[in-house]
């Protein structure tokens, strides 16, 4: 059974940081396109940050590129996301998800993922 979950959001003041975690397990995490959307109360889903199988390549929307940095660790089955320099319109629920055989490119524009989590709250205060 895969599982992917996140933690490490909350509150935190516009300008701030936070690093997200999602823990892997069921799958082989190594050989996944890892990936991050966000989703906002009565908004639709942006799919915001991927990451290759390798960790050597990265892909970002434009609304997060420069602000947010997506790693991996696939020694402990983990992928992080960095968000600094937030925003209030940061505020949302972000998920990780992963999907095989794509690339992080694709993995965002496609919009379409294998395995998501159940998401951590991100409150980004004025």
């Known amino acids: 059974q895969v599982q992917l979950v996140e933690s490490g959001g909350g509150l935190v003041q516009a300008g701030g940081s936070l690093r997200l975690s999602c823990a892997a397990s069921?799958?082989?995490?190594?050989?996944?396109?890892m990936g991050w959307f966000r989703q906002a109360p009565g908004e639709e889903r942006e799919f915001a940050a991927a990451?290759?199988?390798?960790?050597?390549?990265?892909y970002y929307a434009n609304s997060v590129k420069g602000r947010f940095t997506i790693s991996r660790d696939n020694a402990n089955q983990t992928v992080y996301l960095l968000l600094s320099n937030l925003k209030p319109e940061d505020t949302a629920v972000y998920h990780c998800?992963?999907?095989?055989?794509?690339?992080?490119?694709?993995?965002?524009?496609?919009?379409?993922?294998?395995?998501w989590g159940q998401g951590t709250q991100v409150t980004v205060s004025s």
């Open positions: 998800i992963a999907r095989f055989g794509v690339s992080p490119e694709e993995l965002l524009k496609l919009r379409r993922f294998d395995y």
């Open positions: 069921g799958l082989t995490f190594s050989t996944y396109t």
């Open positions: 990451i290759r199988w390798s960790g050597d390549t990265a």
